[in-house]
């Protein structure tokens, strides 16, 4: 069974200029997250979705970010305009909807993640 | 709202000991979930360990072991026979049961010396 895959794994771009992250969960995985994680700290979630509706997106700034999940598949993580504060690694996970005592339904599988450098 | 804390930074155990990484957590929630995650230095975060809350007994993978002590919100990773390869970043994670984000704590570094 395929990973949660993303894309690109690294990313170096100036200040102001926009980014664009992929990501493609595990088939049949209907909740997928976007996490940002400092180095050296843990993950934080950005924005979550359940298949196409982002269901969490209250950690998410608005005001330069932005993604999307058509189709309630892959999803894209855009930053626009980028900022020095930005670079982190974006992380990609998903897992089987459901809650309750549904063996499995509450694992989130990770991506590689997309570490991102703006200068 | 819910926090996770992991009060050791960066800890470090010869190999073949027994290392424990704490966790504490708060929540008013009586159902959910507690997961350790492992993230070896530049390589993909993978689950070590889950335990549902309403289970009292600790959960147990191989060389992983919790402490889940429910009235004190503590739950604790203990790695027994540590191996070189468990060098990595070790996150605590929380779960409601009815409500699908994941809180991560800040982690604890864990290095295994030869």
């Known amino acids: 069974e395929a990973g949660v895959v993303q894309s690109p794994r690294y990313k170096i771009i100036e200040k102001k200029q926009p980014v664009a992250f992929w990501c493609n969960p595990i088939s049949g995985h209907n909740t997928l997250y976007w996490y940002r994680q400092n180095l050296g700290q843990g993950p934080e979630l950005l924005i979550r979705y359940e298949n196409e509706e982002a269901v969490d997106d209250s950690q998410l700034p608005k005001d330069r970010f932005s993604a999307e999940r058509l189709k309630g598949v892959d999803s894209t993580l855009k930053i626009q305009p980028a900022e020095l504060g930005d670079s982190a690694v974006y992380l990609c996970?998903?897992?089987?909807?459901?809650?309750?005592?549904?063996?499995?339904?509450?694992?989130?599988?990770f991506g590689a993640g997309s570490r991102l450098t703006v200068l | 709202a819910q926090t996770v804390t992991q009060s050791q930074p960066e800890m470090s155990v010869q190999e073949a000991e027994t290392v424990t990484l704490s966790c504490t957590y708060d929540?008013?929630?009586?159902?959910?979930?507690l997961f350790w995650y492992k993230q070896p230095p530049s390589r993909q975060m993978i689950l070590v360990i889950r335990q549902e809350a309403y289970k009292q007994q600790n959960a147990t993978e191989n060389r992983f072991s919790v402490n889940f002590q429910k009235a004190a919100k503590s739950f604790s990773l203990k790695i027994s026979d540590s191996q070189l390869g468990d060098t990595a970043m070790y996150f605590c994670?929380?779960?409601?049961?009815?409500?699908?984000?994941?809180?991560f704590g800040p982690g604890t570094s864990l290095s295994v010396i030869p």
């Open positions: 994670a929380f779960r409601e049961t009815s409500y699908d984000k994941v809180i």
């Open positions: 929540t008013s929630e009586s159902n959910y979930y």
């Open positions: 996970a998903s897992s089987p909807t459901g809650t309750g005592r549904i063996s499995g339904a509450n694992v989130l599988t």
